[in-house]
């Protein structure tokens, strides 16, 4: 019988840099969750501590965030993307069931769309597959330069007011604060890089059709960040595609409503 994992937190090297990650539980195949911008590992806590004694998962930095090293390229959605295979070769995982909430999409949906055999199935959550307009690429521009000239701590506080419902921003205000200190411990140049990682990712609405894993969405139906629409959109171009819109949440639907994104999520995994 395998030995159940009861890490706390492992280290492995890819490419330039070393990437922090936490590996409980055991299973056949690993559930590895990919988290958003600028957050790290530790916001998918609620699922993990779900899921760790009847399965293996894995969550883990991305390159410059949480106590992952920069290295010393450029930040880009593809690069992430290496990343993630690179990372799983490194745990010789040959395919996983990969979860993704925001950017931690983006990445997954570059990944499938090259990688396609190294997914058992996939988990979209707050995200979406079209590229930034150029309104958008301006407003994250001026973001760059906003934190250029006023650091991170007015950043922090506009962004936080995003991504949360205000039903979360009223009465979970330790979660909200937890969120907004993550955000102040990331490294000021892992912020402007992704943002510019962010401005010039490709679209991949072109090659959802082109998914042929089981696929679960989810999304926030309070999410100003990445729309309910953009989810049903999704779920209309995913083949074998399932879509739920999570009640009292915003962009960070697995915090605000942990119980029933974990529900959703265990069934679908059960149903694989």
């Not at 969120?179 to 490709?202: H, K, M, W, Y």
């Amino acid at each position: 019988m395998e030995k159940i994992r009861t890490t706390t937190e492992c280290n492995i090297t890819i490419n330039d840099v070393s990437i922090s990650y936490n590996d409980y539980g055991t299973g056949i195949m690993p559930i590895i969750f990919l988290h958003g911008f600028p957050f790290d590992k530790t916001s998918w806590q609620p699922q993990m501590e779900s899921l760790k004694q009847t399965h293996r998962v894995i969550a883990y930095d991305i390159r410059g965030f949480g106590k992952s090293t920069a290295g010393k390229s450029a930040p880009t959605i593809r690069l992430f993307a290496d990343d993630l295979i690179q990372f799983m070769d490194g745990l010789s995982i040959n395919k996983a069931i990969v979860c993704g909430l925001s950017m931690g999409g983006y990445i997954l949906l570059d990944a499938i769309s090259r990688y396609p055999n190294r997914f058992e199935a996939i988990v979209l959550c707050d995200t979406q597959c079209i590229a930034d307009s150029e309104e958008t690429k301006e407003k994250r521009n001026q973001t760059i330069l906003q934190i250029k000239a006023n650091g991170l701590k007015s950043f922090a506080q506009g962004f936080i007011k995003n991504i949360f419902c205000q039903e979360s921003l009223d009465k979970k205000k330790e979660l909200v604060e937890k969120i907004n200190q993550i955000i102040l411990s990331t490294p000021f140049d892992s912020i402007v890089g992704t943002l510019g990682a962010l401005t010039e990712r490709e679209n991949t609405c072109l090659t959802l059709d082109e998914i042929a894993v089981p696929t679960l969405i989810l999304c926030g139906k309070e999410d100003i960040v990445t729309v309910p629409e953009q989810s049903e959109f999704l779920q209309d171009n995913i083949p074998d595609s399932t879509l739920y819109i999570i009640d009292k949440a915003g962009h960070l639907s697995n915090l605000e409503q942990s119980g029933e994104f974990n529900q959703h999520l265990t069934n679908f995994i059960s149903g694989i």
